[in-house]
T-cell receptor
Framework: DAKTTQPNSMESNEEEPVHLPCNHS???????IHWYRQLPSQGPEYVIH???SNVNNRMASLAIAEDRKSSTLILHRATLRDAAVYYC?????????????FGKGTRLSVIA | DTGVSQDPRHKITKRGQNVTFRCDPI?????LYWYRQTLGQGPEFLTY????????KSRLLSDRFSAERPKGSFSTLEIQRTEQGDSAMYLC?????????????FGPGTRLTVL
């Protein structure tokens, strides 16, 4: 699986938007971009995924660069509950049915 | 709660002892995964099953580690002759291969401390 690069940490004020970047310059044409997050003392949880087009769901939005070499996870209004480690993961499959390759992720702190 | 459960949540053992962890996946999920996570790192894949068949083992899974899923439901991960380097969080996840599933569902993990 191709490698991703994320900042080690980011900080946001509560109720403000957060943009979490991910670089994946060696992404292949068929790799999907998945995001998971891990709240303190919990297992990771799925956030969103995409291939080429921008995606929205109830948790977040995913903006994918036209050349697909980078993507950005957008939390529209950060809450204290969004403080977590966010992982950007590339997978050769659309489904969640193959082992995930996690990096170190970005630790997001939310300030009240 | 019908999520993935793991038991025990915490285990402290002495070096050289054997330990066994259990994972109960979401009931209709046919794939089950084990990951290990050390402090400050993301989870690392260890092994996974489809029903009772073990499909892949990571190079991280030394001979002291063995995993089973005998009836295609719950799974156990055993570590023999534990070493201090085995101290980590052991995470289990499950997924279903039918339909348009896009995610793995993780349990809360078992934290192992080897003294």
């Amino acid at each position: 699986d191709a490698k991703t690069t994320q900042p080690n940490s980011m900080e946001s004020n509560e109720e403000e938007p957060v943009h979490l970047p991910c670089n994946h310059s060696t992404i292949s044409g068929t790799d999907y971009i998945h995001w998971y997050r891990q709240l303190p003392s919990q297992g990771p949880e799925y956030v969103i995924h995409g291939l080429t087009s921008n995606v929205n769901n109830r948790m977040a939005s995913l903006a994918i660069a036209e050349d697909r070499k980078s993507s950005t996870l957008i939390l529209h209004r950060a809450t204290l509950r969004d403080a977590a480690v966010y992982y950007c993961i590339l997978s050769a499959t659309l489904t969640g049915n193959t082992p995930l390759v996690f990096g170190k992720g970005t630790r997001l702190s939310v300030i009240a | 709660d019908t999520g993935v459960s793991q038991d025990p949540r915490h285990k402290i053992t002495k070096r050289g002892q054997n330990v066994t962890f259990r994972c109960d996946p979401i009931s209709e999920h046919n794939r089950l995964y084990w990951y290990r996570q050390t402090l400050g790192q993301g989870p690392e894949f260890l092994t996974y099953f489809q029903n009772e068949a073990q499909l892949e083992k990571s190079r991280l899974l030394s001979d002291r580690f063995s995993a089973e899923r005998p009836k295609g439901s719950f799974s156990t991960l055993e570590i023999q002759r534990t070493e201090q380097g085995d101290s980590a969080m052991y995470l289990c996840a499950s997924s279903v291969t039918s339909g348009t599933n896009n995610e793995q569902f993780f349990g809360p993990g078992t934290r192992l401390t080897v003294l």
